[in-house]
Structures are given as structure tokens and as C-alpha cells.
């Protein structure tokens, strides 16, 4: 069964960093293309980044030069390391799964949690 736990969310003032991980089951995850997605308050979702099943990346221009995407295959997980943390980067943070292997998009098409496979979101709150 497809499974994705993110953690490390957390408090944090604005420019400190946080880690978030995605521990994926079920699945090979070097086999897929994932993807961070978040939701602020009150708002619709918000692509963050993509890496390929080929390992290369990209992100959402709010976030470039801040955070960066990266996969452990061995461990099968994802990361997502946010430096230079601002108050809008306030929001649940969800991991995404592609919905078939090796064939992806850059973006989720539609951004909605009808797309691929959603974990449970970790809240990232930054604040003074």
C-alpha cells in the first residue's frame, strides 16, 4: 500500500531553516517523480518543487535560491530543505507521488489531491 509520512515541520523565526522529510512505502521511490506541495491558511494549494524519477530538479519561483528538493533511493525519502524561512512560507506542507512511474510533469496537473498520492501534510509556522 502507497504510503507517505512527512516530518520536520515546526516553528522556526523568519530566516532559520527547517528539513522536512517524506518517508515513502510501498513503492520505489526512485521510480517516480515527487513533489512538494503546500496549502497557507485560507489559501489554495501551491506547488513548491518537483524532482524527476531522473533526479533533477526544480522549484516554484517564491521559494528558488531558498529551498531545495532532494531523495535518499536507499532510504526512500524525500527532503525538502528550506533556508531563509519567511512568514509566507507559512503553510502545510504536503508530499505528492506521482500517479504513474517514470512518465511525469514538472507541475502537478491538476493541483488538486485528486493527483497522485498525498501524505498527511506537516505544518511549517514561521513567526517571530
Known amino acids: 500500500e502507497v504510503e507517505l509520512v512527512e516530518s520536520g515541520g515546526g516553528l522556526v523565526q523568519p530566516g532559520g531553516s527547517l528539513r522536512l522529510s517524506c518517508a515513502a512505502s510501498?513503492?520505489?521511490?526512485?521510480?517516480?517523480?515527487m513533489y512538494w506541495v503546500r496549502q497557507a491558511p485560507g489559501k489554495g494549494l501551491e506547488w513548491v518543487s518537483t524532482?524527476?524519477?531522473?533526479?533533477?530538479?526544480l522549484c516554484a519561483a517564491s521559494v528558488r535560491d531558498r529551498f531545495t528538493i532532494s531523495r535518499d533511493n536507499a532510504k526512500n525519502t524525500v527532503y525538502l530543505q528550506m533556508n531563509s524561512l519567511k512568514p509566507e512560507d507559512t503553510a502545510v506542507y504536503y508530499c505528492?507521488?506521482?500517479?504513474?512511474?517514470?512518465?511525469?510533469?514538472?507541475?502537478?496537473?491538476?493541483?488538486?489531491?485528486?493527483?497522485?498520492?498525498w501524505g498527511q501534510g506537516t505544518q511549517v509556522t514561521v513567526s517571530s
Open positions: 505528492v507521488r506521482s500517479p504513474d512511474p517514470y512518465a511525469g510533469s514538472w507541475l502537478p496537473a491538476p493541483m488538486t489531491k485528486d493527483f497522485g498520492y
Open positions: 510501498g513503492f520505489t521511490l526512485s521510480s517516480y517523480w
Open positions: 524532482i524527476s524519477s531522473g533526479g533533477t530538479t
